[in-house]
């Protein structure tokens, strides 16, 4: 087996799979947090 060396892996891959992850991520949560506010305006 090949000996382990810290920091040479390119990992551009997976920052940009976890940038994609944590934009989903966010627009999801905005959307649900507006759509709670909207249904509350609209229960009142």
Excluded: C, P, R, S
């Excluded at 992850?21 to 506010?37: A, D, P, Q, R, S």
């Amino acid at each position: 087996m090949a000996e382990h060396k810290q920091g040479e892996m390119d990992i551009t891959t997976q920052e940009k799979t976890f940038e994609g992850f944590m934009n989903m991520t966010t627009k999801t949560t905005i959307g649900i947090v507006v759509f709670l506010i909207f249904l509350a305006l609209i229960a009142a």
